[in-house]
């Protein structure tokens, strides 16, 4: 079996895909519309946001030790970031002129607007806040206002204009299936010898 | 401590109705509006109105509004800027996020719902039909005595028998799942949950996450109101038992496939509890008929298939931050009812229903964009609700079994949306303060 049904699209994996984007991250076709807007497409390497933001002035030390906070909270519980469907987080520094800036890659299995509440939801909770508070502009009563939270990351979302996926469409989910599978097999094989 | 004096009994009980009328409303002027309203208002009766037990209390009358309506009534724009955007640009500019498309589009919609002259509804539930009468007539009287309120459209309402519990016109069981708000006397039943924060539907309140924030000004309009979402939803009853004959040889399998779709058998006795046959005492028994959950009981859905109405629009344990998504759900079904035996006689029939929330955009929003009609929830890859989700006949249904799946392709549509619209349900104060602005236009 070598396709995945995704969206309702047939898509195979065995296939490499990439996808140019236009400018503003929008595909000619018609654009899906989500609860909070313009939902940005699903690519061949699923869907993702890139957050570029100044951060606020001698916050750096700030944004490592909070790396530090999430890497303990998922050993400890490691489905915490469950909900936000993710694949990979990817987070950098940099300068531009003196100035440092912040930039957020996650790939997703999800648009970003469907779970982005539980996702406010669940920093808000557990403790974990957000880095994004160390961001220039970012709303300071973000966790009763998901919607200025949510204003705040397509404001600052740069779409990307080309993307690739090995295998392409597959969700995180699906890998987990297929791994499981491969798994059971071997000790299935084990249990035989 | 709620104060129940203050919000329409809608919002917090269940009235013994039957029956009963929806009236929808246009203000041709902002005096004309208020006129109506200040004598209205004293018709609508407060959840403690209702709760006090009486035999005689067989009318019954909640008031809402559009934005259009409030500003229609003089709100001035300070104010209006204040309610959340989706409430301001109202369900029809948010149809294709619903799923609203193809035949659902409010293009198609009756009864002046899609119209922004749709100002306000007012629904008369009424225990018999003679109540019903006699609430139309007076609230009849009373219009052609007030200048400039137009009555876009009505729609009666009747209850589908037998009367023996509240079901729709495809024979489902309904309401046996609603959540019970911390602050009345309400008990919930086993498998429920704790009573949820009365911020969830009442604003003013505090909600799951803390004190309430965002809310609508000024403070005597907001306090004790909530967003309602209409639906107005089309059964095919015909298409829906033709459907069950094809895909189920004797009347046991059509029964499966139907509680299949739902997720309970039409009797409201869970799958989970009983998942090879209909049990009609454990449907009765509330102490057990909501008494289950997915992630331990049937995390693979061999008993609930993972799309299934009932665990889509409540998955229970099997999504997080679940208390900040639910509702509350009143309503009433519409049309006459086709018996068993008949052949569809074409005429229109369905569920016409209210959900009542703090926030449309977090709760009904969500569970219509999320749960109903994303195609991939659960990772199903290529389904939507198969009860109320937007099908056009290209989508799936899958029921999981042993040894393998059962896959149904080409799944019809079962309902049509014939219209819809988003009020805002003042409390009793505010309704006086619409009634008495300053400033007539």
Known sequence: MSSTTSGGNKHDWTKPAAMAIPKGGELKEKVEQGRYGPIFPKTPACYGFSIIAKIIPGRESVFYEYAKNIEKAVAAQPDILAVLKLHYLRWNLFDIKGETYFQYMGIFDTDFDKYTEDAVAIFAASGLNTVFENLEGFPKDWKTNAPAFIKFVRDHHRPSFLEYGEYPYVSADEIKKALKLKAAFSNMLDQMQ | ?441
């Open chain 2, 1 to 441: 401590m709620l104060e129940l004096d203050d919000i329409q009994h809608i919002l917090l009980m269940r009235v013994p109705a039957l029956t009963g009328r929806y009236e929808f409303l246009s203000f041709r002027s902002t005096a004309g509006g208020r006129v109506w309203l200040s004598a209205i208002s004293e018709k609508v009766q407060s959840a403690a109105d209702v709760r006090a037990p009486d035999e005689k209390q067989k009318r019954w009358v909640t008031v809402a509004f559009t934005w259009n309506g409030l500003r229609a009534l003089g709100v001035d724009e300070a104010s209006l800027a204040t309610f959340p955007e989706e409430f301001r640009q109202g369900m029809v500019a948010r149809a294709e996020m619903l799923g609203d498309t193809g035949p659902n589009h409010p293009d198609n919609w009756v009864g002046g719902l899609a119209s922004p002259s749709l100002h306000a509804i007012v629904i008369l539930f009424a225990a018999d039909e003679a109540a019903r009468e006699q609430s139309v007539m007076e609230h009849k009287k009373f219009i052609a005595q007030c200048k400039d309120i137009e009555v876009l459209s009505s729609l009666d309402l009747q209850a589908v028998p037998p009367f023996i519990y509240a079901h729709d016109h495809f024979g489902y069981r309904d309401r046996l799942s609603q959540p019970v708000i911390e602050g009345t006397d309400e008990v919930p039943t086993p498998g429920s949950g704790p009573p949820l924060k009365p911020g969830e539907f009442i604003l003013g309140y505090p909600d799951e996450f803390g004190p309430p924030a965002n809310l609508p000004q000024p403070e005597i309009l907001s306090r004790n109101g909530s967003f309602m979402a209409y639906r107005r939803l089309q059964e095919h009853v015909g298409k829906f038992r033709d459907f069950l004959r094809q895909h189920g040889q004797t009347p046991e399998e059509q029964e499966l496939i139907a509680a299949k779709l739902m997720g309970r058998w039409r009797s409201g006795a869970p799958l989970v509890l009983s998942p090879d046959k209909d049990d009609p005492q454990l449907a009765a028994d509330p102490q057990r008929n909501n008494n289950f959950n997915y992630k331990e009981m049937d995390p693979q859905g061999y008993a609930v298939p993972l799309g299934s109405h009932a665990r889509r629009m409540n998955p229970r344990d099997t999504a997080v931050n679940m208390n900040r998504r639910r509702m509350i759900r009143r309503g009433a079904t519409y049309g006459p009812y086709l018996p068993e035996d008949a052949a569809e006689d074409g005429a229109e029939r369905g569920i016409a229903a209210f959900v009542i929330c703090a926030s449309l955009i977090r709760q009904f929003e969500f569970a219509q964009n999320v749960w109903a009609n994303d195609r991939n929830f659960h990772e199903l890859g290529n389904e939507r609700d198969p009860v109320i989700g937007n099908q056009d006949g290209t989508l799936e249904f899958k029921i999981p079994k042993r040894p393998i799946r059962k896959k149904i392709t080409g799944l019809p549509a079962f309902t049509t949306v014939r219209g819809g619209a988003y009020f805002f349900l003042p409390g009793i104060k505010a309704l006086r303060y619409l009634a008495t602005l300053d400033g007539a236009r």
